[in-house]
């Protein structure tokens, strides 16, 4: 606006008239949707002037959940909002972490007195990771059918995979 305010007709002597000019302000709102928070919170909201730039802001799942996606496409979990022009207000996705498959075929009966090794320790999972055998290879079995052999496998990324076990009978 003008302080003073600009008459309907201009006087005759030479008014000095100042411009002011407020810039704009946008509101940034980060929700949590179900499973997890905004930097711990259910919500942060940001306040920001035109053109310029929100302070980052991350997605955490609780436990046993991933982040999905912003509700408007954002694929990170972090994010800083640059060069402001207009309100924001979007929503964190999670879901719960992927549970690898585990394959293992059922082992050929083994003599007694023979050593597991990987012919009988094998098992294979759709993600990448470490498996863990309960009896270790090398380990000499009792006498007798109906052994139990458990593996514990660890994926890689366990930000979207959890650990998972499988048995397996010899």
Do not use: C
């Amino acid at each position: 606006g003008w302080n003073p305010a600009v008459p309907a007709t201009m006087p005759a002597e030479n008014p000095t008239l100042v411009a002011q000019w407020t810039v704009n302000q946008y509101t940034l709102t980060y929700t949590a949707g179900e499973n997890g928070s905004v930097d711990g919170k259910p919500q942060v909201v940001q306040v920001v002037l035109h053109g310029r730039d929100a302070g980052p802001v991350t997605a955490i799942p609780a436990e046993g959940h991933r982040f999905d996606q912003w509700s408007d496409g954002v694929a990170t979990a972090t994010r800083a909002d640059t060069n402001v022009d207009d309100n924001l207000d979007v929503t964190a996705g999670f879901e719960a972490k992927w549970v690898p498959a585990i394959t293992w075929p059922v082992p050929d009966a083994i003599i007694y007195g023979t050593p597991l090794s990987t012919a009988q320790l094998n098992a294979t999972a759709n993600t990448p990771g470490a498996f863990v055998y309960t009896p270790p290879t090398g380990t000499v079995l009792g006498a007798g059918p109906g052994q139990e052999l458990e593996v514990d496998f660890a994926p890689t990324d366990g930000g979207n995979w959890v650990a998972t076990s499988a048995t397996q009978t010899i």
